[in-house]
Every structure is written in C-alpha cells, then in structure tokens.
C-alpha cells in the first residue's frame, strides 16, 4: 500500500512557464512534508520542506502548498528553467515515527523545454 | 564541508553471495540512514543509526543489516544475495535524525545482482 503517491510519472513545461508537481498522501499521521530533487547518477538533493502547521512555504523559485484535509501537497516552480529538468520526489514523516524515517512516492520526472 | 560518500559506486554479485555497502556520512551528522530505490517500488526507507544503535527499521527481511561505528560511519550487508536485490541503495545523514532536520544524501551504489 502505497501511502504517498506521485500520480503522474513526467511532467513538460515550456521555460519561463510555471511547474506544478503533485503528491497526494493517505497516512494522517504524516506532519513533514518535503521535496527532493534528483539528477541522474546523483543522490536525491533536498529542496524545500513544510511542516503541517503551515499550508505554505516559499523559497526562491520554489513554493510548497499543503492541504491537509485533501492529502494533498504540490510544489509549484516559477518561473520553469531548463536546469530544473529532473526527477522530483515527495516524501513525508511524522514525528510519531520517532527517528526521521522518509515515505517516498515514486517520483515525477520533470522536462523543462528551452 | 565534503558530502555524504558511498563505496562503492557499482557493485556485481551472484545469486546467494552477500556484499557489504559503506557509507560515510557528512562530518558532525549523527544519524545515517539507509534506503533502496527500484524502479517498481521507487525509494524505500530501509533503517537509521544513530551513535551505533539501530534507531528505526523499514519492512525488509533480516537479510538486511547494517551497523555504525563511533566517527558514525555505516555499513550496510545484504547476505544470500536475490535477484530482486538488484537497486540502488542510499545512504544519507543528518545532524541528529530529527523531523526538521535535513538529510543529505549520498551518489549511492548500484548494486547489480546476476
């Protein structure tokens, strides 16, 4: 049972044009809340978190929208560049887990075109 | 500040055989954690360490172990190799393994099994 879901497995956005990435999750223990970026041959790279105190963050280019009563984050990247061509990961804790322990969905694979 | 190091980077074993994964964590992170990644499954939380003890376990078999030493190295072993071992594993750290803190990952190692 999947319990944080990446539903869609690429993503194409023209340059300058704003991303959307989504994740939905069903474990309602789940308090953090963050995204990772990953380039081929590299280790997963964070990018920005949010706690589930808050339904938004924001850091440069990048901003993280959380809606708990839907289970549901997206991270929004405006504008697109081509070096955000990558693979986005969701992942989400909770503090009940004790020690951080992360639940990945599967990955979106994003295309920036030039 | 150098980063989190795996060795090695790609690995071949045979069916049955076991192999051992290092990791070396950024200097001054306490807590390491382990996690595989295939394409069907996606990134998959395998366990943590924190000052040598086994903080928190993910669902795989005993076949999987790990352990870390006091500068906070891991390692990790995979004993009576599967096929379906076949992945990239992942190692990352962080200051103390807590839910804000931010895990830094390392390239990881492919590990192929034949």
């Known amino acids: 049972d999947q319990q944080v879901k990446q539903n869609s497995p690429s993503l194409s956005v023209q340059e300058g044009r704003i991303s959307i990435l989504n994740c939905d999750y069903t474990?309602?223990?789940?308090?953090?809340f963050l995204w990772y970026k990953k380039y081929p041959a590299e280790g997963p790279t964070f990018l920005i978190s949010?706690?589930?105190?808050?339904d938004k963050n924001e850091d440069g280019r990048f901003t993280v929208f959380l809606n708990k009563s839907a289970k549901h984050l997206s991270l929004h990247i405006v504008p697109s560049q081509p070096g955000d061509s990558a693979v986005y990961f969701c992942?989400?804790?909770?503090?009940?887990?004790?020690?951080?322990?992360?639940?990945f969905g599967k990955g979106t694979k994003l295309s920036v075109i030039p | 500040k150098a980063g989190v190091t795996q060795t090695p980077r790609y690995l071949i074993k045979t069916r049955g055989q076991q192999v051992t994964l290092s990791c070396s964590p950024i200097?001054?992170?306490?807590?390491v954690s382990w996690y595989q990644q295939t394409p069907g499954q996606g990134l998959q939380f395998l366990f943590e360490y924190f000052s040598e003890t086994q903080r928190n376990k993910g669902n795989f078999p005993g076949r999987f172990s790990g352990r870390q030493f006091s500068n906070s190295r891991s390692e990790m072993n995979v004993s009576t190799l599967e096929l379906g071992d076949s992945a990239l594993y992942l190692c990352?750290?962080?200051?103390?393994?807590?839910?804000?803190?931010?895990?830094?990952f390392g390239p990881g190692t492919r590990l192929t099994v034949l």
């Open positions: 200097s001054g992170h306490r807590s």
């Open positions: 990352a750290s962080s200051l103390e393994g807590g839910l804000s803190d931010t895990q830094y």
């Open positions: 992942a989400a804790s909770s503090t009940g887990a004790g020690s951080y322990q992360l639940t």
């Open positions: 949010i706690s589930s105190i808050k």
């Open positions: 474990n309602s223990m789940f308090d953090y």
